[in-house]
C-alpha cells in the first residue's frame, strides 16, 4: 500500500480537505482507489483500457486519489451529477460528465458500458432509491465492479434515525434541515442493493468505528489507520460508514 504522491499536510498526500496523514473519513477513497488500480491493471493486461463511471463526481474528489495509483493512466474517466462544478479537477479531461438527477437515471448513459462504476455517499442523500439504485447496475457491462459506500448505523438503530428522527424534527421549530435522508444499516443496504440489482456483492468494509475529536490526532499515525481497517473489514456492521463491492454477472 505504498503512497505515490507525498504532499505534506494532505490526506493520504492527495486530499487538501483535511490535513491528518491517514486522515480516517478519507480512508474510503483511498481503499477505493487499490481495487480501480487492480481493475485498470487487468484491464491492460487484457489489452484495453478501463471504463470509470464516478456518480456524484462532486469536485472530482475520488480521482485525485485514483490517479496517482498504479496503471491509472488506463483509465477513461466518465463523472454524473446534478451540475459540473467550477472547482473539478481537471475539468478538460473527463470523457463525459452525465448532468442530472440520479432519481431520472441518467438516461444519457448507456446500458452496459462501464467497467467500474463508483457512488461514494450519495444514496443517503436521494428521496426516492428505487431508480438511482438500478441505474448504478444497468450502465454496468457484464462483468463490471460497482464500488458504493454509504453512511451506517448498527442494526435497528437505523430505523430510529430513518422513522423518530424525521418525526422529532418535524414538530421540532429549531430541528436543523437535514442532507440525509435515507438511513441504513449494513444488512438492510445490501439487501436493498441486490433485491434492485441482482449483483453479487463480493464484500463489504466499514470505515471509522471512533475517530475524530480528541482522537485525531492519530491520525497522522499509519499504525492506527492500518488498525481502523483492520476493525472495519472485521466488523463493518459497526462502523459509521461502508463501502460495498458488488459484480454484474458476465454474460452468459
Request: hydrophobic share 40%; aromatic share 10%; with cysteine.
Amino acid at each position: 500500500m505504498a503512497f505515490i504522491a507525498q504532499g505534506k499536510g494532505l490526506a493520504f498526500g492527495v486530499d487538501t480537505r483535511r490535513k491528518e496523514r491517514y486522515s480516517l473519513r478519507q480512508s474510503r477513497y483511498y481503499a477505493l482507489s487499490l481495487d480501480i488500480s487492480a481493475l485498470a491493471g487487468a484491464a491492460r493486461r487484457e489489452g484495453r483500457r478501463l471504463k470509470l463511471l464516478d456518480i456524484g463526481v462532486g469536485t472530482g474528489i475520488c480521482r485525485r486519489y485514483i490517479e496517482v495509483q498504479p496503471d491509472a493512466d488506463n483509465i477513461d474517466y466518465y463523472g454524473a451529477d446534478l451540475q459540473i462544478y467550477d472547482s473539478l479537477y481537471r475539468p478538460d479531461d473527463w470523457q463525459a460528465i452525465y448532468v442530472g438527477d440520479l432519481m431520472d437515471g441518467y438516461p444519457q448513459a448507456p446500458d452496459d458500458f462501464f467497467d467500474a462504476v463508483i457512488c461514494e455517499q450519495v444514496l443517503e442523500h436521494v428521496p426516492e432509491l428505487d431508480t438511482a439504485t438500478r441505474t448504478l447496475s444497468r450502465v454496468l457491462r457484464p462483468g463490471g465492479t460497482l464500488i458504493v459506500g454509504v453512511p451506517t448505523f448498527p442494526e435497528g438503530l437505523h430505523l430510529v434515525r430513518k422513522y423518530v428522527v424525521p418525526a422529532i424534527d418535524r414538530i421540532n421549530p429549531w430541528a436543523k434541515r437535514r442532507g440525509h435522508v435515507q438511513a441504513f444499516s449494513k444488512r438492510s443496504f445490501i439487501a436493498h442493493l441486490r433485491r434492485l440489482t441482482g449483483l453479487d456483492v463480493e464484500k463489504a468494509r466499514g470505515f471509522r468505528i471512533v475517530s475524530g475529536g480528541i482522537l485525531r490526532p492519530l491520525e497522522n499515525r499509519e499504525w492506527w489507520w492500518r488498525l481502523n481497517r483492520r476493525v472495519g473489514e472485521a466488523v463493518p456492521g459497526l462502523c459509521v460508514e461502508i463501502q460495498v463491492v458488488a459484480r454484474k454477472a458476465p454474460q452468459g
